[in-house]
């Protein structure tokens, strides 16, 4: 049993069970009672490789943005301002964006707005600073009350502002280099050390740390060092307004002009080899070397675009598809806006997430939420947000037989989808953004009252 928590009351894997009327003993808690101690007033958010206006499964642009997004406009509706300072990717940008009442995106410019790699954008964060500090320098003393920096380049400015503003620094990792280079897929780059090592320093800089997953947080404290009291535990969210069972498969599929009779195994995100959707295509081409009817009734889209170590070869997966025999299958489609990707999820029989490294997978939420079930590798917060047997299927391992199989199992039994949907459906209202953004405040309410505490000693 993990030592984590999600937020006060429990863990929500946790109430989970409970719901389902199995025995889950509640993790102890690690945050101090907050209720008698301050709320952050205003949160400067750190996002400095990819904004929160981007559209997400594109470049680097993915799970990160949402969360930013969605809990950045739940904090706001529960009186915590929020500004997320981001890179400027285009030029004459307007410095300041109000993306909802109570949060403003501050554009910085940090290097040339075209063409800069994420792996060249530690040589921008003295840049990125100076932007940061010199926003801040325009308000009164105290106007930020807490930092929130969201992956290592942003906690390395998290860390200087944080100090300079004489505040805490709450950090959110969403991935680590020691946890993907300890999973590569075949082929790809591991992280370099300079990431390594500076994810170090902000672990041991920050005062809490937010894991998506009690897995999350066990490896920060194995991997990274870092203080068990510091860390807790937060699942992010799905925004349970858009991500619907709406009106249906049949309706969705007739919007986006798919077979209504087709067994449909969708991926969908960033095209990298993390995320692997090489095996979904040679899981296909199992099924259909074992059973050549099956051409008939299949139909693989690919909604995404290429990301990471992917944009070496944009056209690579449609080349495997080729050397596979199935390019008459698989269907690729540019990225698409979230209230289309609901859609997209609807109309699929089974979302298929054969990633290599996930912290949380939030997609795997989303499709659950329209009633869709998930076959997805049993990796990081994977297990976490797919019920094992309830509202999808976790498969050990990579190998593309083993995806067969179970995906064969939508194929025979043509009730598998609705009813493993429903229970999806259900599933994911445990997750809902309020409930991370209650969380997530309660944190922000720890770090300011352990770091308060440690000024006073500091000077008594």
């Given at each position: 049993?993990?030592?984590?928590?999600?937020?006060?009351?429990?863990?929500?894997?946790?109430?989970?069970?409970?719901?389902?009327?199995?025995?889950?003993?509640?993790?102890?808690?690690?945050?101090?009672?907050?209720?008698?101690?301050?709320?952050?007033?205003?949160?400067?958010?750190?996002?400095?490789?990819?904004?929160?206006?981007?559209?997400?499964?594109?470049?680097?642009?993915?799970?990160?943005?949402?969360?930013?997004?969605?809990?950045?406009?739940?904090?706001?509706?529960?009186?915590i301002e929020v500004e997320v300072f981001t890179r400027a990717t285009?030029?004459?940008?307007?410095?300041?964006?109000?993306?909802?009442?109570?949060?403003?995106?501050?554009?910085?410019?940090?290097?040339?707005?075209?063409?800069?790699?994420?792996?060249?954008?530690?040589?921008?964060?003295?840049?990125?600073?100076?932007?940061?500090?010199?926003?801040?320098?325009?308000?009164?003393?105290?106007?930020?009350?807490?930092?929130?920096?969201?992956?290592?380049?942003?906690?390395?400015?998290?860390?200087?502002?944080?100090?300079?503003?004489?505040?805490?620094?709450?950090?959110?990792?969403?991935?680590?280099?020691?946890?993907?280079?300890?999973?590569?897929?075949?082929?790809?780059?591991?992280?370099?050390?300079?990431?390594?090592?500076?994810?170090?320093?902000?672990?041991?800089?920050?005062?809490?740390?937010?894991?998506?997953?009690?897995?999350?947080?066990?490896?920060?404290?194995?991997?990274?060092?870092?203080?068990?009291?510091?860390?807790?535990?937060?699942?992010?969210?799905?925004?349970?307004?858009?991500?619907?069972?709406?009106?249906?498969?049949?309706?969705?599929?007739?919007?986006?002009?798919?077979?209504?009779?087709?067994?449909?195994?969708?991926?969908?995100?960033?095209?990298?080899?993390?995320?692997?959707?090489?095996?979904?295509?040679?899981?296909?081409?199992?099924?259909?070397?074992?059973?050549?009817?099956?051409?008939?009734?299949?139909?693989?889209?690919?909604?995404?675009?290429?990301?990471?170590?992917?944009?070496?070869?944009?056209?690579?997966?449609?080349?495997?598809?080729?050397?596979?025999?199935?390019?008459?299958?698989?269907?690729?489609?540019?990225?698409?806006?979230?209230?289309?990707?609901?859609?997209?999820?609807?109309?699929?029989?089974?979302?298929?997430?054969?990633?290599?490294?996930?912290?949380?997978?939030?997609?795997?939420?989303?499709?659950?939420?329209?009633?869709?079930?998930?076959?997805?590798?049993?990796?990081?917060?994977?297990?976490?947000?797919?019920?094992?047997?309830?509202?999808?299927?976790?498969?050990?391992?990579?190998?593309?037989?083993?995806?067969?199989?179970?995906?064969?199992?939508?194929?025979?039994?043509?009730?598998?989808?609705?009813?493993?949907?429903?229970?999806?459906?259900?599933?994911?209202?445990?997750?809902?953004?309020?409930?991370?953004?209650?969380?997530?405040?309660?944190?922000?309410?720890?770090?300011?009252?352990?770091?308060?505490?440690?000024?006073?000693?500091?000077?008594?």
């Amino acid at each position: 049993m993990s030592q984590y928590v999600s937020r006060l009351g429990g863990s929500i894997s946790g109430r989970i069970a409970a719901a389902r009327g199995t025995r889950h003993d509640p993790p102890r808690l690690r945050l101090p009672a907050v209720g008698h101690h301050r709320k952050p007033r205003r949160v400067a958010m750190l996002s400095v490789h990819t904004s929160p206006l981007h559209q997400p499964g594109t470049g680097d642009a993915g799970g990160m943005n949402v969360y930013i997004v969605e809990l950045a406009k739940r904090l706001a509706a529960i009186n915590i301002e929020v500004e997320v300072f981001t890179r400027a990717t285009t030029g004459g940008l307007p410095p300041v964006v109000e993306l909802a009442p109570g949060v403003l995106v501050r554009h910085v410019d940090a290097g040339p707005y075209e063409g800069l790699a994420k792996e060249e954008l530690p040589a921008q964060l003295c840049a990125f600073t100076h932007g940061v500090m010199q926003a801040w320098a325009g308000h009164r003393p105290g106007y930020y009350d807490l930092v929130h920096s969201h992956y290592w380049l942003s906690g390395h400015v998290g860390w200087l502002a944080a100090e300079r503003w004489g505040v805490p620094l709450v950090h959110a990792m969403h991935t680590m280099a020691k946890v993907k280079n300890a999973a590569l897929a075949e082929g790809d780059a591991p992280e370099p050390a300079a990431r390594v090592i500076g994810e170090t320093q902000i672990v041991s800089a920050a005062d809490r740390l937010i894991a998506n997953t009690a897995e999350e947080a066990d490896e920060l404290v194995r991997h990274y060092e870092a203080d068990p009291g510091k860390v807790a535990v937060v699942h992010p969210g799905v925004n349970l307004d858009r991500f619907t069972t709406g009106d249906g498969r049949a309706a969705a599929r007739a919007r986006l002009g798919l077979p209504q009779d087709a067994v449909i195994p969708l991926f969908a995100g960033r095209i990298q080899p993390l995320k692997a959707p090489d095996i979904l295509l040679r899981a296909v081409a199992e099924l259909v070397d074992r059973d050549p009817s099956l051409r008939t009734r299949l139909f693989v889209p690919v909604v995404g675009g290429p990301s990471g170590s992917g944009l070496a070869k944009p056209e690579g997966l449609q080349k495997l598809a080729a050397k596979l025999g199935i390019a008459d299958l698989v269907h690729f489609h540019p990225p698409v806006r979230q209230d289309q990707l609901a859609d997209w999820f609807r109309a699929a029989s089974v979302l298929v997430m054969p990633s290599y490294s996930e912290s949380f997978g939030l997609v795997a939420i989303e499709a659950q939420a329209t009633g869709t079930p998930v076959l997805a590798a049993s990796v990081g917060g994977l297990p976490v947000a797919v019920d094992d047997g309830v509202t999808g299927i976790l498969v050990p391992g990579h190998d593309p037989v083993d995806y067969a199989r179970e995906l064969r199992r939508f194929v025979d039994e043509p009730g598998l989808t609705d009813r493993m949907g429903a229970e999806a459906a259900r599933h994911a209202q445990f997750f809902g953004w309020d409930t991370a953004a209650s969380g997530t405040a309660d944190v922000y309410t720890a770090a300011m009252h352990d770091h308060r505490r440690r000024v006073r000693s500091h000077h008594g």
